[in-house]
């Protein structure tokens, strides 16, 4: 087979949405009922995070749910597991997945998918390490990559999707894993954990080697991105993907090859729509926003004078777009149900991209002396909002370690008492998320597909 160069826009999503098609002729209106109907069950989640109900089994079984209605067309399966998001809103106390699987060792009460599973349990893992305590159960759901010639036989074959053979898009799930794999072999603490305590992966040199020999082969030469790749027609096509180059270049900390092609594609993708671009529906989105930050704060040393100028600039619009329209004058984010799995998250990437361009600490400013004197002001309202939430759900831990615990005691100071009064109104206050269909711009591509 052949590989084609990666496609580039809107037209990405057409082999997609084609060999969909050709799996279930009746794909893209079935997906649309279902991508829908889960919008609207995910207003009712957002309602219970508001009022702090503890909805853990529900929110896993929303995203098992989403995954489905967006990478598959496994409609059956879609049925049976809206039926069990529904009835789990009964659900009062949900406490239990919080705790270890006696059965596989994982988090993922849930789920049926590896990745969900190990997505789940990696989260669980850095909060057991920070508290020095090892789980109480092997983690046996890990077989399938717990030698380094398993991960590598596994990720093969999800680094390349059949869809009209399978009705299954694996971009997701191949993701997930890579995302996983890389905070075993490149985060030192959670490595050093995991070779002491974990039971059911054997997390040596050679596999952190095997591991990363992998990525170095499946980055695109000519792009420096990463992403996942596509067969049909006999053909393979290789998509760049913002998210994977994003995981990848952070958890290695910016020790990749091909830093002139990664900031080439970054800078020429911004008015692209993800997972190719920045754009979510044409607009500015938090997630990506920090992905794309991330990726400037490494490739820096890399860039051109003109590189950094135009980075710049990008990342002060940006800045603009957070501060102004995503971000409420009581310091709490406009949901956004489209892009995030519960409110939490949509709080964790606000602060994450806040944190990642230095807005709360001078410190990592590192593409702008430029202060922000109502940043502390913020960040104490901020900090108000994530306290209303459980306290136990890793999306409010994480935020809350990235604002910053000075943020605590800055709502007493006279700054702040002084910055409320004069803080202008932001025009987040009235803003209101559009109601367009989730994955538009890949189950109704342009002619050109």
């Not at 002001?377 to 209303?388: G, P, Y």
Request: with cysteine; charged share 25%; net charge negative.
């Amino acid at each position: 087979m052949s590989i084609e160069q990666s496609l580039t826009g809107i037209g990405d999503s057409c082999v997609i949405t084609r060999d969909f098609t050709r799996y279930d002729h009746g794909y893209q209106d079935k997906a649309l009922k279902y991508i829908d109907y889960l919008g609207a069950l995910s207003l009712a989640l957002r309602k219970f995070s508001e009022y702090s109900r503890t909805m853990l089994a529900s929110q896993q079984l929303y995203i098992y749910a989403k995954w489905l209605a967006r990478y598959t067309a496994y409609w059956p399966e879609l049925d049976q597991l809206v039926d069990r998001l529904e009835n789990s809103f009964d659900e009062v106390d949900q406490s239990y997945v919080a705790s270890q699987s006696a059965v596989d060792g994982s988090w993922g009460w849930q789920y049926n998918e590896f990745h969900h599973k190990f997505d789940a349990t990696i989260v669980r893992l850095h909060e057991l390490a920070s508290e020095g305590r090892a789980p109480r159960y092997p983690l046996h759901f890990l077989e399938p990559i717990a030698t380094a010639s398993a991960m590598r036989s596994y990720l093969e074959k999800l680094l390349v999707s059949d869809i009209a053979a399978t009705g299954r898009n694996q971009r997701d799930e191949f993701g997930s894993v890579i995302c996983c794999l890389a905070q075993l072999c490149f985060k030192p603490s959670l490595r050093r954990y995991a070779q002491e305590h974990v039971r059911g992966i054997d997390l040596d040199q050679s596999y952190v080697d095997a591991f990363r020999e992998f990525l170095d082969e499946i980055q695109n030469p000519e792009t420096g991105y990463w992403g996942p790749w596509y067969v049909s027609d006999g053909k393979t096509h290789r998509y760049d993907d913002l998210s994977y180059t994003f995981h990848i270049v952070s958890y290695r900390k910016g020790r990749v090859g091909h830093w002139s092609d990664i900031i080439r594609t970054t800078l020429e993708s911004r008015q692209l729509e993800y997972p190719q671009g920045w754009l979510s529906r044409r607009e500015f989105n938090n997630h990506n926003n920090y992905d794309v930050a991330k990726i400037f704060r490494y490739g820096w040393p890399h860039m051109q004078s003109a590189e950094r100028a135009l980075a710049r600039e990008q990342i002060a619009e940006m800045l603009d777009w957070c501060v102004g329209h995503s971000l409420r004058r009581d310091g709490s984010f406009v949901p956004d149900s489209h892009f995030y799995n519960s409110l939490e998250s949509c709080y964790y990437f606000g602060v994450s991209f806040l944190d990642e361009v230095g807005y709360f600490q001078p410190s990592k400013r590192f593409w702008t002396q430029q202060k922000f004197p109502y940043a502390p002001v913020l960040q104490s309202r901020i900090w108000r909002k994530l306290d209303e939430f459980d306290a136990e759900n890793p999306s409010v831990i994480a935020a809350k370690w990235k604002i910053g615990s000075d943020a605590t005691w800055i709502s007493a100071s006279p700054i702040n008492r002084e910055g409320l009064s004069r803080m202008p109104l932001l025009s987040g206050d009235d803003c209101a998320t559009t109601e367009e269909r989730e994955f538009e711009f890949i189950l109704r591509p342009n002619n050109d597909g």
